[in-house]
């Protein structure tokens, strides 16, 4: 694929985003763990982390990818970036509390790079989906979109609030992809045969985000009947 291909490119911003997407509470933890430090170095601790969890994301996302190239092994990342794609449009609240700020700028960049790479395995999934083996558009679509994250972490939140359609837009593209992925696994194709699966491509596809948004709008409705439920009784 070469660097003026619109195919590349498409991929370079469906990965820009959804890495946006997903990282949003990535932003919060950095601010998190670096809070405690003294002002001089907080910055310095901030860029440090964000670089240390970028490397290690790079990293294990293209293992990841990698790995995709084993039979039946799409067919699982499939599954699982359909729930992470549910997840994405229905999260659950909370969680930040429990990183701990320091005061020592290398204990807060571990701090930082540990939390990035615990919270990450959605992205990391995602992106190397949609990658697809290509190491460009893994090193180059990763170390865009972190530093936008961590240099507009607070737009980039309140554009989310303000147009929630950009989430379930990210979900919907998500089970695109996880459709797409799921017949890209070698054993499918091996007992499809390449031009069944060639065909049914953009139906599965398809498919993948119907679920997904189907899926989150369920979830959605049962989270709010529970909280309901749980508000009368308090009450």
């Known amino acids: 694929m070469s660097l003026d291909s619109p195919v590349l490119w498409l991929a370079l911003l469906q990965i820009i985003w959804i890495n946006v997407l997903l990282s949003g509470d990535n932003a919060v933890v950095i601010a998190l763990a670096c809070r405690s430090l003294p002002e001089k170095v907080r910055r310095t601790g901030i860029i440090l982390g964000a670089g240390v969890a970028v490397g290690l994301r790079i990293i294990f996302t293209g293992i990841v990818a990698t790995l995709l190239a084993l039979p ?3 067919l699982v990342g499939s599954l699982a970036l359909m729930w992470i794609a549910v997840d994405l449009a229905s999260p659950d609240e909370g969680g930040e509390e429990a990183i701990q700020s320091s005061d020592n700028l290398w204990k807060a960049v571990g701090t930082v790079a540990v939390a990035d790479i615990v919270m990450s395995l959605d992205n990391v999934v995602a992106v190397a989906a949609i990658a697809d083996g290509n ?9 865009i979109s972190i530093p936008l994250i961590i240099a ?4 980039v939140m309140a554009l989310i609030n303000r147009f929630p359609l950009l989430v379930w837009a990210g979900a919907a593209l998500l089970g695109w992809v996880a459709g797409d992925m799921l017949l890209g696994d070698v054993a499918i194709i091996e007992r499809l045969g390449e031009e069944t699966t060639h065909h049914l491509h953009r139906i599965v596809s398809a498919g ?11 979830l959605r409705w049962y989270k709010g009947r529970r909280a309901h439920a749980h508000d009368d009784l308090a009450a």
């Open 72 to 74: 039946w092994l799409k």
């Open 152 to 155: 507009g972490s607070s737009l």
């Open 208 to 218: 993948g985000a119907a679920l997904v948004v189907g899926l989150a709008l369920a």
């Open 135 to 143: 190491w460009f558009l893994l090193v180059f679509g990763l170390a």
